[in-house]
């Protein structure tokens, strides 16, 4: 047998459970999810974002209090929402949405879905193609770029989206496992890149730290031409730049996998180390690269970590990238594949593969990163309250969970309405309340929940408020 037919029979043996509950002897422990949370948040984001902090004038005692609060109100977000949601149902978050909704609604949505994990997956490509790009003396994009500036780029960048695509295409076991090789050795080399570097930043003793840290490193003065971030900014940012996997519900489809809800704490490791550790740790070094470049508004982290940790750092952005870019394609291929069940989910990865590296040519998507995280929690936000109330309260008030399933509908308008009443609100909210869309989350969600309380009310009054899907017992 040769090798190619060998390897298309192993993808044809995934089965990732996309129309059915996952079976109690497939579960998994702990184990898994803390290495997944860990690789998936200690990864090529936390390259780009660390600095952009520094880039945004966050001053130093507003970074630290910030970030606190807002990784322990998102990993409450995770346990007590996406938890209790997935291990109830045991199903993706697509199928969930279509037995709600209708398979009309939830084709727009999972097309929209797909896009915005391609993107977010093809910008931690393009960030691992900075460290790959290093030996070869590749030019490197700036904070201003939008489209590929070389030849050699866009080959850089094919390279790792075909490496990424393909470990995804195995499906979830196989990122699992990666992940988990991946995660310990790369928090390391973030936290012994950032010490190392704080000598040439004047910090030769722990009582130095603080002091340097608010004159020198998060200075609390914006670069010139971006915004300033206070206190405000970075507890929002630091809850909802996830909000599309825990109030969006898209990690229904990692954590239904999960023995128990409580599961959702796992996401505790990945969090703090991530979104803290890394986080100011890459602000470290790139507090560095501006005073020792001048300024220079080349934003690169592959050549900012080789600068302070050699090739060790390099190959850290190179895994990172992955680690990110890995269970974001996996998800945007059952996204697309929940569309037709006939398709392969391997068939379909290797084409959202081919999307998001063609995306990730584009600088932009890595320079509006910030921007784009919250967008697209913000798009996915409504959904997920959706959901919530579907599994939990709508049986409590005589109201039928998985309406469209049970009246046999395509679309339930009850659905349609909510997501666009809440984003249309969330837009009024930006332009003509002056308020960024790092706030826009928090009340989006509430008005969500009450427009589809309201609207399913109205449309339910003929039917039997009786749910066709038995509650799941483990």
């Known amino acids: 047998m040769s090798s190619t037919q060998n390897l298309k029979q192993r993808l044809e043996a995934v089965n990732e459970y996309e129309r059915t509950p996952i079976p109690k002897n497939k579960l998994k422990g702990w184990k898994s999810f803390?290495?997944?949370?860990?690789?998936?948040?200690?990864?090529?984001?936390?390259?780009?974002?660390?600095?952009?902090?520094?880039?945004?004038?966050?001053?130093?005692?507003?970074?630290?209090?910030?970030?606190?609060?807002?990784?322990?109100?998102?990993i409450l977000s995770w346990a007590f929402?996406?938890?209790?949601?997935?291990?109830?149902?045991?199903?993706?978050?697509?199928?969930?949405?279509?037995k709600i909704a209708g398979n009309r609604f939830t084709l727009v949505y999972n097309l929209v879905n797909a896009a915005l994990f391609c993107f977010l997956a093809g910008s931690m490509i393009a960030v691992s193609a900075t460290a790959v790009g290093i030996p070869f003396n590749l030019q490197m994009p700036s904070l201003t770029d939008v489209?590929?500036?070389?030849?050699?780029?866009?080959?850089?960048?094919?390279?790792?989206?075909?490496?990424?695509?393909?470990?995804?295409m195995f499906g979830f076991n196989v990122i699992s496992k990666f992940a988990n090789i991946a995660a310990p050795w790369m928090i390391m080399v973030f936290i012994a890149a950032a010490v190392g570097v704080l000598p040439r930043l004047g910090i030769n003793s722990f009582s130095e730290f603080w002091p340097v840290a608010e004159s020198t490193i998060w200075t609390g003065i914006p670069l010139e031409g971006q915004s300033k971030f206070t206190f405000w900014h970075i507890l929002f940012f630091a809850w909802f730049c996830n909000m599309g996997m825990h109030i969006g519900m898209a990690d229904m489809s990692i954590l239904r996998y999960a023995k128990k809800w409580t599961y959702g704490f796992s996401t505790t490791g990945g969090v703090f180390l991530g979104h803290f550790i890394a986080w100011m740790a890459s602000g470290i070094l790139y507090s560095l690269f501006l005073?020792?470049?001048?300024?220079?508004?080349?934003?690169?982290?592959?050549?900012?970590?080789?600068?302070a940790a050699g090739i060790a750092g390099a190959v850290c952005v190179v895994i990172a990238g992955w680690t990110t870019a890995n269970p974001t394609l996996y998800r945007a291929g059952l996204a697309i594949q929940s569309i037709n069940p006939k398709w392969k989910t391997w068939k379909v990865t290797l084409f959202v593969g081919l999307v998001t590296t063609i995306a990730a040519c584009f600088p932009a998507l890595v320079m509006q990163l910030l921007e784009f995280v919250a967008l697209y929690g913000l798009i996915l936000m409504p959904l997920g309250a959706v959901i919530f109330l579907d599994v939990f309260v709508f049986p409590k008030m005589g109201l039928a969970s998985n309406y469209a399933e049970l009246t046999k509908s395509h679309f339930n308008p009850a659905v349609g309405i909510t997501w666009a009443i809440s984003l249309v609100f969330c837009l009024g909210l930006n332009i003509w309340g002056g308020i960024e869309i790092f706030f826009l989350g928090l009340p989006g969600w509430f008005v969500a929940v009450f427009v589809y309380l309201l609207a399913s009310k109205a449309i339910q009054k003929k039917v039997i408020s009786v749910s066709p899907t038995l509650p799941l017992t483990y």
């Open 147 to 168: 489209y590929p500036n070389s030849v050699g780029w866009i080959i850089t960048v094919f390279g790792i989206g075909a490496i990424t695509t393909v470990v995804a």
């Open 291 to 307: 005073l020792e470049s001048q300024g220079s508004l080349v934003f690169a982290p592959g050549p900012i970590a080789y600068e």
């Open 81 to 98: 929402f996406t938890g209790k949601v997935a291990v109830k149902t045991r199903t993706t978050l697509y199928y969930q949405l279509e």
């Open 34 to 74: 803390i290495g997944t949370y860990a690789g998936e948040h200690t990864a090529g984001t936390e390259f780009v974002l660390g600095p952009l902090f520094v880039a945004h004038g966050a001053s130093a005692g507003d970074l630290v209090s910030g970030l606190l609060l807002g990784n322990i109100l998102a």
